[in-house]
């Protein structure tokens, strides 16, 4: 595994966006991460150009489906030679099982990741779609059934990271995005932040940072500044 704990969120709605960006950050301290968004637009051919600069990539589609569908995208997305990829984990253990079995095959197996409860959920809308535990409880029970059924771990808060770890133990991943580093300007719409010391003690695998390294005048200059951080 490479030492840099970066993943740059891509989120640009065009593959020459992305590919122009891209080019000008180094592909030896940090990964990318695709989202709906640009991959809707561009397709597969983004990923295989991103492999060609040299990126390992982490596909975001959240992927939720029963589990002979997800099992087939998951495949395909194998194919594709992804570094990562994620599913939602209330698609159900049969469906976690199934996607983990997908990878197994796979020459480089990706590693699978779980979305537990999309933070932009509170226990208002979890009450509405029926569920009655709270976000932080609901969190640590679709984490734990990740894990059970084969996951490699969860995206989630850095401030979940410490109680995930310590349920969950070293080995499972932790991928947290809501990362601003120390003397950014704003949060954008993030509400909780943490810089990425904070979020590396907390236990936190890998920092998922978007806008502060996508929208800075020089972003190697902040990736480096990210990673002497550490
Ligand atoms: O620009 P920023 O650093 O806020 O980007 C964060 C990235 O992480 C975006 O691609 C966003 O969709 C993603 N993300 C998030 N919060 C989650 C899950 C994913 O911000 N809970």
Redesign the pocket.
């Known amino acids: 595994m490479k030492p840099s704990p970066i993943i740059v969120?891509l989120?640009f709605s065009t593959q020459e966006a992305a590919l122009e960006f891209a080019r000008r950050i180094p592909a030896d301290k940090c990964r990318v991460?695709v989202?709906f968004e640009l991959f809707v637009a561009a397709g597969p051919g983004l990923i295989e150009q991103l492999h060609k600069l040299g990126f390992e990539v982490f596909l975001?589609l959240k992927f939720h489906d029963i589990p002979n569908t997800v099992a087939s995208v998951c495949r395909v997305a194998a194919d594709l030679g992804v570094w990562m990829l994620n599913v939602h984990a209330s698609g159900g253990r049969r469906m976690i099982v199934a996607a983990r079995e997908a990878l197994e095959q796979a020459a480089h197996r990706p590693h699978l990741i779980a979305v537990t409860v999309?933070?932009s959920m509170d226990a208002t809308d979890l009450g509405e779609v029926g569920i009655a535990r709270s976000p932080e409880q609901q969190v640590l029970h679709l984490a734990s059934l990740a894990s059970d059924a084969g996951a490699d771990g969860v995206?989630c808060?850095a401030r979940e990271a410490a109680a995930l770890r310590q349920e969950l133990g070293s080995d499972f991943l932790l991928v947290t995005?809501?990362?601003r580093p120390a003397g950014s300007s704003g949060s954008?719409d993030?509400r909780r932040v943490m810089t990425p010391a904070e979020a590396m003690t907390a236990g936190s695998d890998f920092l998922?940072?978007?806008?502060?390294i996508t929208q800075a005048a020089s972003p190697g200059d902040v990736i480096n500044e990210v990673l002497v951080s550490l």
């Open positions: 969120a989120d991460k989202g975001d999309l933070t995206v808060s995005p809501g990362i954008d993030q998922v940072i978007g806008r502060p």
